[in-house]
């Protein structure tokens, strides 16, 4: 897995920057979204947290597939992003917050649902370890994890362009593959669904996991 070389508040002020225009620069990922969602079937009643929920397009997704839906939140380093979200008027109205992946500042077993898209790749490899632990800690014991992100497998001739430019851009590429449903088995995860898709010639993984129980 290759390094992410910026820092957290570089990614926050990159994001700030690009949250009027993200949505439209990335519209290709909608159909990919729309599929890790209806993967994730979210239920009536559930609550949900979304991990790095960029302008919203994700929760919207969510919010008009789910009616019934008890409770939707989005966290994001963002706070512009979060703002973009805000401008979707989704119903039910979402718990929006301005906060750090790895450090979830949310009670433990409070979740239903988690839904990640394009976001993992973002972390430290020892952050995707804290990240994936606290999904498991805010999860209720039969919750599930729906994370939808490009591996580095098959290793085509796109994904080794894509990492070069992530080595030489680390702000704007700041995405990069990594091994999914390896971390995912690592840190107590089990995979349910797994699907394979490519966006611009890049393969995304779209999983449903639950919790490994002891
Ligand atoms: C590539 S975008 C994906 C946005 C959204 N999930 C989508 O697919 O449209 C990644 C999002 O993660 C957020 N992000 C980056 N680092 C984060 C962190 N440490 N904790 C929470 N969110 C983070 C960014 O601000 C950005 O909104």
């Known amino acids: ?17 690009i949250s009027s ?3 439209t620069l990335t519209s290709s990922e909608g159909g990919i979204l ?3 969602v209806e993967r994730l079937a979210v239920q009536p009643g559930e609550r949900l947290l979304e ?3 960029g302008p919203g397009t994700g929760l919207k997704l969510i919010a008009e597939t789910t009616p019934g839906i008890e409770a939707i939140a989005g966290l994001d380093l963002s706070l512009k992003m979060l703002r973009q979200s805000q401008r979707k008027q989704i119903s039910p109205i979402p718990h929006y917050i301005q906060g750090d992946g790895a450090h979830l500042p949310l009670a433990s077993e409070a979740f239903d649902a988690l839904f990640s898209a394009f976001t993992l790749e973002l972390f430290s490899e020892e952050d995707i370890h ?12 039969n919750g599930r ?5 490009l591996v580095g497998s098959p290793r085509t001739l796109s994904v080794r362009l894509y990492e070069l430019a992530h080595r ?17 088995e690592q840190n107590g995860f089990y995979i349910q669904t797994a699907e394979k898709t490519l966006n611009w010639g890049l393969p995304v993984m779209i999983t449903v996991s639950t919790k490994r129980h002891y």
Request: glycine share 6%.
């Open 51 to 53: 991990i790095g929920c």
């Open 145 to 149: 994890l729906g994370i939808v992100s």
């Open 168 to 184: 030489l851009f680390p702000i704007a590429v700041d995405c990069r593959p990594i091994p999914v449903a390896d971390l995912l």
């Open 1 to 17: 897995m290759l390094p992410i070389n910026r820092s957290k508040t570089q990614a926050r002020r990159y994001y700030d920057r």
């Open 130 to 141: 804290r990240v994936l632990g606290e999904c498991r800690r805010v999860l209720k014991p």
């Open 21 to 23: 225009f993200y949505q």
């Open 34 to 36: 729309l599929q890790g």
